[in-house]
Protein backbone atom coordinates (compact mmCIF):
# COMPACT_ATOMS: atom_id res chain seq x y z
CA UNK A 1 0.00 0.00 0.00
CA UNK A 2 1.27 3.20 -0.93
CA UNK A 3 -0.89 5.24 2.00
CA UNK A 4 -1.54 8.67 1.33
CA UNK A 5 0.37 10.68 -1.54
CA UNK A 6 0.36 13.87 -2.91
CA UNK A 7 1.28 15.24 -5.85
CA UNK A 8 3.21 17.58 -7.00
CA UNK A 9 5.97 17.70 -3.99
CA UNK A 10 7.25 21.19 -4.96
CA UNK A 11 5.99 24.07 -6.78
CA UNK A 12 6.20 27.70 -7.34
CA UNK A 13 3.58 30.31 -8.27
CA UNK A 14 3.57 33.71 -8.99
CA UNK A 15 0.85 36.16 -7.91
CA UNK A 16 -2.52 35.89 -9.18
CA UNK A 17 -1.89 31.93 -10.68
CA UNK A 18 -4.10 29.20 -9.70
CA UNK A 19 -3.19 25.49 -9.10
CA UNK A 20 -4.74 22.11 -7.99
CA UNK A 21 -3.53 20.08 -5.10
CA UNK A 22 -3.79 16.60 -5.39
CA UNK A 23 -4.60 13.65 -2.74
CA UNK A 24 -4.49 10.21 -2.89
CA UNK A 25 -5.49 7.27 -0.53
CA UNK A 26 -5.47 3.85 -0.95
CA UNK A 27 -6.56 2.60 2.87
CA UNK A 28 -10.35 3.22 2.11
CA UNK A 29 -10.59 5.84 4.58
CA UNK A 30 -13.56 7.94 5.02
CA UNK A 31 -11.89 11.32 6.36
CA UNK A 32 -9.72 13.37 4.80
CA UNK A 33 -7.79 16.66 5.47
CA UNK A 34 -5.75 18.93 4.21
CA UNK A 35 -3.31 20.96 6.61
CA UNK A 36 -1.04 24.00 6.11
CA UNK A 37 2.29 23.78 8.20
CA UNK A 38 4.39 27.52 8.58
CA UNK A 39 7.36 27.91 10.64
CA UNK A 40 6.11 29.13 13.97
CA UNK A 41 2.92 27.64 13.79
CA UNK A 42 1.21 24.42 14.16
CA UNK A 43 -0.42 22.79 12.04
CA UNK A 44 -3.29 24.30 10.64
CA UNK A 45 -6.65 22.52 8.82
CA UNK A 46 -7.98 24.31 6.21
CA UNK A 47 -10.80 21.55 4.88
CA UNK A 48 -11.67 18.44 5.66
CA UNK A 49 -14.35 15.53 4.37
CA UNK A 50 -16.24 13.21 6.23
CA UNK A 51 -17.04 11.29 3.01
CA UNK A 52 -17.26 11.04 -0.75
CA UNK A 53 -19.13 14.09 -2.27
CA UNK A 54 -18.84 16.28 1.19
CA UNK A 55 -16.76 18.75 2.41
CA UNK A 56 -16.31 21.28 5.33
CA UNK A 57 -14.39 24.02 6.46
CA UNK A 58 -11.69 23.75 9.00
CA UNK A 59 -9.66 26.61 11.09
CA UNK A 60 -8.29 28.82 8.14
CA UNK A 61 -10.42 28.06 4.80
CA UNK A 62 -10.34 31.46 2.99
CA UNK A 63 -8.74 31.28 -0.23
CA UNK A 64 -8.83 27.51 -0.72
CA UNK A 65 -11.53 24.93 -2.34
CA UNK A 66 -11.52 21.63 -1.88
CA UNK A 67 -13.38 18.75 -4.11
CA UNK A 68 -14.08 14.92 -2.99
CA UNK A 69 -15.46 13.19 -6.02
CA UNK A 70 -14.00 10.03 -5.44
CA UNK A 71 -13.32 8.51 -1.90
CA UNK A 72 -9.71 7.89 -2.74
CA UNK A 73 -9.31 11.18 -3.83
CA UNK A 74 -9.02 14.79 -2.06
CA UNK A 75 -8.24 17.73 -4.28
CA UNK A 76 -7.43 21.34 -3.00
CA UNK A 77 -7.35 24.06 -4.92
CA UNK A 78 -6.28 27.89 -4.98
CA UNK A 79 -7.39 29.63 -7.44
CA UNK A 80 -5.73 33.07 -7.05
CA UNK A 81 -2.29 32.19 -5.60
CA UNK A 82 -1.37 34.87 -3.00
CA UNK A 83 2.62 34.74 -0.88
CA UNK A 84 0.58 34.22 2.22
CA UNK A 85 -0.44 31.21 0.57
CA UNK A 86 3.39 30.17 0.71
CA UNK A 87 3.62 26.81 2.99
CA UNK A 88 4.01 23.12 3.14
CA UNK A 89 0.54 21.71 2.76
CA UNK A 90 0.09 18.40 4.04
CA UNK A 91 -3.18 15.86 3.12
CA UNK A 92 -4.24 13.27 5.83
CA UNK A 93 -6.92 10.73 6.08
CA UNK A 94 -8.21 8.64 8.55
CA UNK A 95 -10.76 5.32 9.08
CA UNK A 96 -13.53 7.28 10.38
CA UNK A 97 -14.83 9.74 13.11
CA UNK A 98 -13.93 8.17 16.09
CA UNK A 99 -11.70 10.21 18.22
CA UNK A 100 -9.30 7.10 18.69
CA UNK A 101 -8.58 7.26 14.76
CA UNK A 102 -4.63 8.54 14.18
CA UNK A 103 -4.73 10.54 10.96
CA UNK A 104 -2.32 9.01 8.16
CA UNK A 105 -0.37 12.10 6.39
CA UNK A 106 0.79 12.47 3.15
CA UNK A 107 4.83 13.46 2.20
CA UNK A 108 3.45 16.93 1.69
CA UNK A 109 3.65 20.00 -0.96
CA UNK A 110 5.79 22.88 -0.63
CA UNK A 111 4.51 25.82 -2.41
CA UNK A 112 5.62 28.82 -3.18
CA UNK A 113 4.27 32.02 -4.18
CA UNK A 114 5.80 35.16 -5.17
CA UNK B 1 -7.92 29.83 24.90
CA UNK B 2 -6.92 26.00 23.92
CA UNK B 3 -3.09 25.98 23.61
CA UNK B 4 -0.27 23.30 23.31
CA UNK B 5 2.85 24.24 24.89
CA UNK B 6 5.84 21.78 24.33
CA UNK B 7 9.44 22.26 25.84
CA UNK B 8 12.14 22.58 25.16
CA UNK B 9 11.87 23.70 21.85
CA UNK B 10 15.20 21.95 20.56
CA UNK B 11 17.37 19.19 21.96
CA UNK B 12 20.65 17.78 21.40
CA UNK B 13 21.66 14.12 22.94
CA UNK B 14 24.01 11.78 22.11
CA UNK B 15 23.35 8.54 20.37
CA UNK B 16 22.28 6.07 22.99
CA UNK B 17 21.23 8.45 25.50
CA UNK B 18 17.24 8.89 27.10
CA UNK B 19 15.72 11.87 26.96
CA UNK B 20 11.87 13.17 27.94
CA UNK B 21 10.20 15.87 25.99
CA UNK B 22 7.20 18.03 27.45
CA UNK B 23 3.88 19.03 26.79
CA UNK B 24 1.69 21.29 28.81
CA UNK B 25 -1.87 21.94 27.29
CA UNK B 26 -5.04 23.99 28.34
CA UNK B 27 -7.04 22.15 26.14
CA UNK B 28 -11.05 22.08 27.64
CA UNK B 29 -13.11 19.66 27.13
CA UNK B 30 -9.86 16.89 26.71
CA UNK B 31 -10.51 13.84 24.57
CA UNK B 32 -7.39 12.89 23.71
CA UNK B 33 -3.29 13.70 23.66
CA UNK B 34 -1.51 12.25 20.92
CA UNK B 35 2.41 12.70 20.02
CA UNK B 36 3.59 12.99 16.50
CA UNK B 37 6.98 12.39 15.17
CA UNK B 38 7.86 14.58 12.22
CA UNK B 39 10.77 13.81 10.21
CA UNK B 40 12.25 16.55 8.12
CA UNK B 41 10.75 17.04 4.60
CA UNK B 42 8.42 14.38 5.68
CA UNK B 43 4.55 13.80 7.18
CA UNK B 44 3.61 13.42 10.86
CA UNK B 45 3.69 9.90 12.18
CA UNK B 46 1.48 8.74 14.88
CA UNK B 47 3.69 7.35 17.70
CA UNK B 48 0.54 6.82 20.61
CA UNK B 49 -2.80 8.35 21.36
CA UNK B 50 -3.69 8.51 25.40
CA UNK B 51 -7.33 9.04 26.64
CA UNK B 52 -7.82 10.50 29.61
CA UNK B 53 -7.73 7.19 31.65
CA UNK B 54 -4.56 5.98 30.42
CA UNK B 55 -1.47 7.22 32.38
CA UNK B 56 1.29 5.56 30.13
CA UNK B 57 1.69 4.41 26.92
CA UNK B 58 4.74 2.78 24.63
CA UNK B 59 5.21 1.75 21.74
CA UNK B 60 8.63 0.41 21.44
CA UNK B 61 11.47 2.70 22.55
CA UNK B 62 8.61 5.60 23.05
CA UNK B 63 6.96 5.98 26.50
CA UNK B 64 4.25 8.36 26.89
CA UNK B 65 2.62 9.05 30.17
CA UNK B 66 -0.31 11.71 30.59
CA UNK B 67 -1.58 13.56 33.86
CA UNK B 68 -5.22 14.72 33.13
CA UNK B 69 -5.16 16.47 36.38
CA UNK B 70 -2.02 18.77 35.94
CA UNK B 71 -2.79 18.73 31.90
CA UNK B 72 0.52 17.25 31.05
CA UNK B 73 2.33 14.79 28.73
CA UNK B 74 5.43 13.59 28.50
CA UNK B 75 7.76 11.37 25.61
CA UNK B 76 10.56 9.32 27.13
CA UNK B 77 12.90 7.94 24.44
CA UNK B 78 14.68 5.25 25.36
CA UNK B 79 18.40 4.40 23.88
CA UNK B 80 18.50 7.21 21.28
CA UNK B 81 19.13 6.26 17.83
CA UNK B 82 20.14 8.69 15.12
CA UNK B 83 17.04 7.79 13.28
CA UNK B 84 15.02 9.60 16.19
CA UNK B 85 16.42 12.71 15.01
CA UNK B 86 13.06 14.48 14.23
CA UNK B 87 10.62 17.30 15.44
CA UNK B 88 8.01 15.27 18.05
CA UNK B 89 4.70 17.13 18.04
CA UNK B 90 1.83 16.99 20.98
CA UNK B 91 -1.48 17.36 19.37
CA UNK B 92 -4.81 17.73 21.62
CA UNK B 93 -8.08 16.72 20.78
CA UNK B 94 -11.04 18.29 22.40
CA UNK B 95 -14.23 16.98 22.41
CA UNK B 96 -16.89 17.61 19.83
CA UNK B 97 -18.88 20.60 21.08
CA UNK B 98 -20.28 21.36 17.28
CA UNK B 99 -20.29 20.35 13.32
CA UNK B 100 -16.76 19.66 12.56
CA UNK B 101 -15.09 17.42 14.36
CA UNK B 102 -11.86 17.91 13.63
CA UNK B 103 -11.42 21.68 14.16
CA UNK B 104 -10.50 20.72 17.84
CA UNK B 105 -7.18 18.80 17.00
CA UNK B 106 -4.68 21.88 18.85
CA UNK B 107 -1.44 21.15 17.41
CA UNK B 108 2.01 22.15 19.29
CA UNK B 109 4.83 23.65 17.54
CA UNK B 110 7.14 20.54 18.48
CA UNK B 111 10.36 19.74 19.92
CA UNK B 112 13.34 19.66 17.69
CA UNK B 113 15.17 16.42 18.88
CA UNK B 114 18.89 16.21 17.01
CA UNK B 115 20.67 12.30 18.16
CA UNK B 116 24.56 13.34 17.74
CA UNK B 117 26.73 9.91 16.77
Known amino acids: NAGVTQTPKFRVLKTGQSMTLLCAQD?????MYWYRQDPGMGLRLIHY???????AKGEVPDGYNVSRLKKQNFLLGLESAAPSQTSVYFC?????????????FGPGTRLTVT | KNQVEQSPQSLIILEGKNCTLQ??????????LRWYKQDTGRGPVSLTIMTFSENTKSNGRYTATLDADTKQSSLHITASQLSDSASYIC????????????????WGLGTSLAVNP
Open chain 2, 23 to 32: CNYTVSPFSN
Open chain 1, 92 to 104: ASSYGRSTSYEQY
Open chain 1, 27 to 31: MNHEY
Open chain 1, 49 to 55: SVGEGTT
Open chain 2, 91 to 106: VVRATAYNAGNNRKLI
